[in-house]
């Protein structure tokens, strides 16, 4: 089993920056992809960003990228999700999710690719 605890959600203002962190349980941290999903108010929960096993590829949604940054610590079994220049349509329930050990070099973008998941943090931003 793997627990995730999210953390670094908040209410900003458009323009500003947030950066949240996703802490994984377990000794398989390392073996396994991470990714970021989010879930607006009345919409399905949408892909955000996802990171292998090793750090060495990343996948971002189109909307997203330039803005948002993944990165992992398999030391610290933390992985953090730098999101710049936010807008209101950024604007979610941000969940951290973990992929099965040991499965294909290149992260999912899929939620069923992900069996674990943390309970969410508010990012709320406005204009």
């Known amino acids: 089993q793997v627990q995730l605890v999210e953390s670094g959600g908040g209410l900003v203002q458009a323009g500003d920056s947030l950066r949240l962190s996703c802490t994984a349980s377990?000794?398989?941290?390392?073996?396994?992809?991470m990714g970021w999903f989010r879930q607006a108010p009345g919409k399905e929960r949408e892909f955000v960003s996802a990171?292998?096993?090793?750090?060495?590829?990343?996948y971002f949604k189109d909307s997203v990228k330039g803005r948002f940054t993944i990165s992992r610590d398999n030391a610290k079994h933390t992985v953090s999700l730098q999101m710049n220049s936010l807008n209101p349509e950024d604007t979610a329930v941000y969940y951290c999710a973990a992929g099965r050990p040991y499965d294909l070099p290149s992260p999912g973008r899929r939620q069923y690719e992900y069996p674990y998941w943390g309970q969410g943090t508010q990012v709320t931003v406005f204009s």
């Open positions: 377990g000794s398989t941290f390392g073996t396994r992809a």
């Open positions: 990171i292998s096993a090793s750090g060495s590829i990343t």
